[in-house]
């Protein structure tokens, strides 16, 4: 089931996650008693990231984003189902099979831009090693070729040159961010993950990182998988959008489709609370208010986990849980999704609000 | 961009600014904490004393002159006139006995009239520099080899307190090091298997630590100095001394080597690191170790007072060091007597340097501590 709604048609998939599952075992204290339960951080995740697209992931803090990155790059190992990349010869390779040591082949092809630039960055090290620490323990330049390659990466990323001898403290964020990138694009990477890599920027800062990203992806055909709580940026930059609650996928469709007519209740919640660009055009609805709080992964409610804050819920939410399904050519889980009429938003960017 | 240019146009001493590492940074901060500075320096200076103590100290640690038996320091005096009417620059005058009226006692007292020049670098004792060079120059001393000149006076067999007190601080300064080195040893292994590994490596690593840290340290270190047998070698008895305050000074070492890997290893850039396919080896070595070592440098500097005040306590207790071996305890378990109090205060010179030691040790772990974290 999960084959045929992950994957759409036409563009070759690069990476395809099935059913992931990632269970956080409670932490036994001394005396053996813990009372903590189980952690479902992520829960029969399925979706397919498409060679060349921007995927967005979205959803309020402590749903899974972070988690479902740290499976795909192999930090935590997964509790069950599948993530398969296809390699640069075509071949579909499960990375949940393989070992510590085998997994190294792949670290230069998937890489990651962190969410915070000052900890991602060691203090004690200048950026020429920072950037070209992955070039020097793969192997994959001479040393003395490595700082060349660290000047032009730096240049790319819009930093001097000459930064490479500095240390991370002489930067300021964006800068560092930019040092973040650069570090992540040293390989010629396929797949670079940004886990809410512009979020603790300041919005022009933002701005332009988003911008440079989009550059980058153009100039190296980069392919992106976006992690972001800010549907604004994640409307800004990509292609399509996995809605992500309590570790379960409950939505997924294009970004324009999205935004104009989200499919699923906690998804028009979402939009609902972004700002409107432009005052001049009004929301179409009212904001909505979320009552109560998002679930704990660990005690997650019977039946649909967004049952005790959706205005929409019935009986059978309670007690069946909805599965991931096709309803009029989108991808939701809902049990009401064709009868709900949900309110979406007019971005300022889309060309029916220009044209108003 | 610009963002990316703000940091462009640097004036020279702001460029050498943003490229200094950990280190460069941690020594800018150091710098400007005087007190620390200064105390680095005298510790320097203390060991460099310990290092060269033959040629310091006037005399050997155990020649005795029983023609002085307690006699009260010297005022080293400049300007006079010796014997023959010679200038002298620099001079300390001699002794005569006195009997004291009231406690019908003989004792030394300061003789004005009597000069004995005093000179640096001056022919004296023959020693073993390091136990290999042999010399006979030492730094202060009486021109006249046999002019007694005792300048923080003598002790009961008529030895001369201040040679006493500089042949000691190799000893007592020395077992700070040693120690110290144990315990980095146990510290940094057991701290950092308890927080790299976690699991029951760590659960056993904490409660080994918890219950050395129940123990109370003063008896547990008597009981343990109480056992060394009274015949033993005194080399050895040093080095067991030295074992048994490390047993201690490891544990809070290992609380803070394992507390840095724990916050580490979650730290995005250690992530990074290991998403780089750096090994584990590399990861712990080249990126991890070098964000704590100066936490270590300072935990470090700040254990090295605590074990020269035990070794002291212990030796002055008499169940530490013995005689011969000559240490600050040793010389200030002389001082324990009654008649140490009233009639040879000067015995308790020996504190002195016990306290400048340990003083300026703190001042400088202190002031490294706070400098070793550049980004706060
Ligand atoms: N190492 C871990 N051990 C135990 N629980 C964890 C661990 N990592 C994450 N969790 C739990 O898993 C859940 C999902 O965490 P995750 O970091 O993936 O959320 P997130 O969507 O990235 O949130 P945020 O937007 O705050 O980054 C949270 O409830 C979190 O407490
Ligand atoms: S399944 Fe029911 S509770 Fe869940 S989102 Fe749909 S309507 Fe709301
Ligand atoms: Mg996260």
Known sequence: MAEAIGS??????????????????PRTTFFGRGKSRPVRAVDGVSFDIRAGETLGVVGESGCGKSTVTRCILGIHEVSSGTIRYRDRDGRMIDLTALSEHERLAYCTDLRIVFQDPQASLNPRLPVIDIVGEVLKVNHLLPRSEIEGRVRELLQRVGLRPEYARRYPHAFSGGERQRVGIARALATNPRLVILDEAVSALDVSVRAQTLNLLKDLQQEFGLTYLFVSHDLSVIEYICDR????????????ANAADLFARPMHPYTEALLSALPVPDPAFKRRGRRIHLPGEVADPANRPAGCSFHPRCRFATERCKAETPALRSVAGRTVACHHAEDLALQGVNMGSSPEVQHA | MTDATATGGLSPPRRKLVELGQWGLIYRRFRKHKLAYWSGFIVLAIY???????????????????????SPPQMLKMFGRDQNGDLALLYVNGY?????????????????????????????EPYHLFGLIPAERHLIGPVDPDAPMYLWGTDRLGRDLLSRTIHGTRISMSIGLVGVTISLVLGILLGGISGYYGGWADQAVQRTIDFL???????????????????????????????ILSLIGWTDLARVVRGRFLSLKTEDFVMAARLDGCSRQRVIWHHMVPSFTSHIVASVTLAIPAMILAETSLSFLGIGLKPPVVSWGVLLKDAQSLLALTQAPWLFLPGIPVVVAVLALNFLGDGIRDAADPYS
């Open chain 2, 96 to 124: 005569k006995v006195e009997l004291d009226p009231v406690a019908l006692q003989r004792r030394f007292v300061i003789d004005e009239s009597r000069v004995y020049p005093v000179g640096f670098f001056v022919k004296g």
């Open chain 1, 241 to 252: 959008v996995v809605v992500m609650y309590v570790g379960q996928i409950v939505e997924i």
């Open chain 1, 8 to 25: 759409a048609a036409g563009a070759q998939s690069l990476l395809e996650l099935r059913d992931v599952a990632k269970v956080f075992a």
């Open chain 2, 213 to 243: 840290k129940s123990i109370p340290t003063i008896p547990l270190w008597m009981g343990l100095a109480a056992a060394i047998p009274d015949r033993m070698d005194p080399l050895l008895v040093y080095f067991w001394i030295t074992v």
């Open chain 2, 48 to 70: 460099a004393v310990a290092l060269f103590a033959e040629f310091v100290a006037p005399y050997s640690s155990d020649r005795y002159n029983p023609r002085y038996i307690y």
